[in-house]
């Protein structure tokens, strides 16, 4: 074996020690179980969708989900799994197997064109986004006729009465913990949670924790919020995170009496 042909061999056995290594350090895929509005279930659930999180980095990869039949009914690319960083392909499935949305993201937005397909296969819709922006869209009729005006990807869940609804929903539901108020505990919580497709709350949490009291009192009003309006992606019903902030401040009473030390 001349000098050459050695190091090659070198070079070819370290990246396979590299490439074992890293898939050593590797997490496990994880596997949940979803009803139809994407509601965690307990396994063998009857009906229940399969939800697969693949790891092909250590912090990123896909959330492969299928059909109660085993068909697969979306990929979803993730850079960063626990900052919900999406990078890459995003698409979805009929039962059949046909294509039923496809785009790529670029850091959590649509960059490129996105498209989605009647059940046939005939193409529903062709929207052209710069980075998140829609530069121009094409919404087709099932016989291929162009609809005007043009009908957005995506609706939002709507609270009943708007957001200002929304807000005094929240502020009626919050009750500033009394335990709290021994450091006159003040500050912002961002609530994140799921308003599934039949327009229920659920999956309520806090994703970057603070003061634990104010993180539960907030939890606690949220998840007392009445039924939305579901949103809706290409006119079907489906589940949309949500975010909302609650601000906690102390009285002026409360707060001259901890600097007085009662």
């Given at each position: 074996?001349?000098?050459?042909?050695?190091?090659?061999?070198?070079?070819?056995?370290?990246?396979?020690?590299?490439?074992?290594?890293?898939?050593?350090?590797?997490?496990?895929?994880?596997?949940?179980?979803?009803?139809?509005?994407?509601v965690k279930v307990p396994a063998g659930n009857?009906?229940?969708?399969?939800?697969?999180?693949?790891?092909?980095?250590?912090?990123?990869?896909?959330?492969?989900?299928?059909?109660?039949?085993?068909?697969?009914?979306?990929?979803?690319?993730?850079?960063?799994?626990?900052?919900?960083?999406?990078?890459?392909?995003?698409?979805?499935?009929?039962?059949?197997?046909?294509?039923?949305?496809?785009?790529?993201?670029?850091?959590?937005?649509?960059?490129?064109?996105?498209?989605?397909?009647?059940?046939?296969?005939?193409?529903?819709?062709?929207?052209?986004?710069?980075?998140?922006?829609?530069?121009?869209?094409?919404?087709?009729?099932?016989?291929?006729?162009?609809?005007?005006?043009?009908?957005?990807?995506?609706?939002?869940?709507?609270?009943?009465?708007?957001?200002?609804?929304?807000?005094?929903?929240?502020?009626?539901?919050?009750?500033?913990?009394?335990?709290?108020?021994?450091?006159?505990?003040?500050?912002?919580?961002?609530?994140?949670?799921?308003?599934?497709?039949?327009?229920?709350?659920?999956?309520?949490?806090?994703?970057?924790?603070?003061?634990?009291?104010?993180?539960?009192?907030?939890?606690?009003?949220?998840?007392?919020?009445?039924?939305?309006?579901?949103?809706?992606?290409?006119?079907?019903?489906?589940?949309?995170?949500?975010?909302?902030?609650?601000?906690?401040?102390?009285?002026?009473?409360?707060?001259?009496?901890?600097?007085?030390?009662?």
């Amino acid at each position: 074996m001349n000098r050459a042909t050695t190091l090659l061999a070198i070079t070819a056995l370290l990246t396979s020690l590299t490439t074992q290594a890293q898939q050593k350090c590797l997490p496990d895929s994880l596997i949940d179980y979803l009803d139809v509005d994407y509601v965690k279930v307990p396994a063998g659930n009857k009906g229940a969708y399969t939800r697969v999180r693949h790891y092909t980095s250590p912090e990123g990869g896909t959330w492969d989900l299928y059909y109660p039949s085993g068909q697969q009914r979306s990929v979803v690319t993730y850079a960063n799994f626990r900052k919900a960083r999406i990078q890459g392909l995003v698409q979805d499935y009929y039962p059949s197997g046909l294509t039923k949305l496809r785009y790529v993201a670029d850091d959590g937005l649509i960059d490129g064109y996105l498209l989605t397909y009647y059940p046939n296969g005939t193409l529903k819709r062709k929207d052209l986004y710069d980075h998140g922006r829609l530069i121009k869209g094409q919404y087709l009729g099932p016989d291929g006729q162009l609809i005007e005006p043009h009908v957005p990807l995506k609706q939002d869940p709507a609270f009943p009465g708007g957001n200002e609804a929304l807000i005094a929903a929240i502020n009626q539901r919050v009750v500033y913990p009394p335990d709290a108020g021994r450091d006159a505990a003040e500050g912002r919580v961002l609530v994140h949670f799921i308003v599934t497709a039949r327009g229920d709350v659920t999956q309520v949490r806090v994703p970057q924790p603070g003061n634990a009291l104010l993180d539960a009192a907030a939890v606690a009003a949220v998840r007392q919020l009445p039924a939305f309006e579901p949103g809706r992606v290409d006119g079907e019903r489906v589940p949309i995170d949500m975010t909302v902030p609650i601000t906690f401040k102390a009285s002026a009473t409360l707060k001259t009496l901890r600097r007085l030390g009662l």
